[in-house]
């Protein structure tokens, strides 16, 4: 089994061409008819409530899966990747199911249209002031939308996290073998109870909600893929929708090296992995080869999060085939 936390809390916006016609109830008098050109969500998925059945916010973007047995050989690396196109289940973990022998594609994924708790994947912001009621809902597009981006308002002076502008609490996985466990409907509390296997944070502040949010480009919106009867959509993803982890490269894409902020033009990202210091140091101590950025995505460690380059987009992240699995390189996959 294995956890992943990842930015649950993002910020979409999504368009309408042409603008959507909207009709606002009035006190008085027959609807208002207005158009609106976008609306705007906040993401809330990966959500787990606690014991008392209330949610953990700080454990938004936490996502279980179960990991097909299979024999990683010395210097290995294996890709794993959905058997089928079926919904994500938030309760029995196990039912999320990885294969490492399919390629990934884009026509196999996990889906969610709700929350079996009624707590909404996508919370509504109004395009509209004062909000009118009965018009926008959680979970629910007023229109068929067109395109969609990430979007971020500009980034407040002093606390940004008292100010709500931080987004994900923490970048971890942790894996956990099963271990002769029946491996079926494992939950929450069991999956809590199997046994430590191994586990990294890659997060700026190992944790506590300080990851602020790499910025989209307004210009280039990601148009809306139409899904089959069954979900599954043809397109490969956006380069940009990608989130996670990896371990640095020996020679890191040119998008991370210009976009290093006040490091952009030095050799930030050109230390030795395991020359200059443990690979794991930093849960005890702060060494000066951190190389910590001061613009996202904070490079942390060993580990990065990406910028926007064509290297890390799908085509340029495929595995190979090899005896039947499905293999990369985690140091220099270019």
């Given at each position: 089994?294995?956890?992943?936390?990842?930015?649950?809390?993002?910020?979409?916006?999504?368009?309408?061409?042409?603008?959507?016609?909207?009709?606002?109830?009035?006190?008085?008098?027959?609807?208002?008819?207005?158009?609106?050109?976008?609306?705007?969500?906040?993401?809330?998925?990966?959500?787990?409530?606690?014991?008392?059945?209330?949610m953990q916010r700080y454990r938004r973007g936490s996502l279980y899966f179960r990991l097909e047995g299979v024999t990683i050989e010395p210097g290995e690396t294996v890709v794993f990747a959905p058997r089928g196109n079926t919904q994500y289940s938030e309760t029995f973990f196990d039912r999320n199911l990885l294969s490492p022998n399919l390629p990934p594609s884009p026509t196999r994924s996990f889906f969610l249209d709700e929350r079996s708790d009624g707590d909404p994947l996508f919370e509504v912001e109004s395009p509209v002031f004062p909000e009118p009621q009965g018009v926008f809902y959680d979970n629910h597009i007023v229109a068929e939308p067109s395109e969609w981006r990430e979007y971020f308002e500009p980034q407040p002076l002093g606390d940004v996290q008292a100010a709500g502008y931080t987004q994900a609490d923490d970048y971890y996985m942790y894996w956990k073998p099963l271990n002769g466990s029946s491996g079926s409907n494992i939950t929450l509390d069991s999956f809590s109870s199997l046994p430590h296997g191994q586990f990294v944070s890659c997060a700026y502040q190992y944790g506590d909600e300080d990851e602020l949010p790499v910025v989209w480009s307004e210009s280039f919106p990601v148009p809306v893929p139409n899904s089959s009867g069954t979900g599954a959509i043809g397109e490969v993803p956006d380069r940009r929708t990608r989130d996670g982890f990896r371990l640095r490269w020996f020679n890191e894409h040119p998008s991370n090296r210009n976009g290093g902020g006040s490091l952009a033009g030095t050799p930030h990202l050109e230390s030795s992995l395991i020359g200059n210091w443990n690979v794991r140091s930093s849960y005890s101590f702060r060494s000066p080869f951190?190389?910590?950025?001061?613009?996202?995505?904070?490079?942390?460690?060993?580990?990065?999060?990406?910028?926007?380059?064509g290297d890390v987009s799908w085509e340029g992240m495929s595995p190979s085939q090899r005896s039947g699995k499905n293999v990369g390189d985690p140091f220099n996959p270019r």
């Open positions: 089994m294995i956890a992943l936390q990842v930015n649950g809390g993002k910020k979409v916006e999504v368009s309408f061409t042409p603008a959507a016609t909207i009709l606002i109830p009035q006190r008085f008098g027959p609807p208002k008819q207005i158009e609106i050109s976008h609306t705007r969500y906040t993401m809330s998925w990966g959500n787990l409530k606690n014991q008392n059945g209330s951190e190389n910590v950025s001061d613009v996202a995505p904070h490079y942390f460690s060993g580990y990065t999060r990406d910028l926007f380059d």
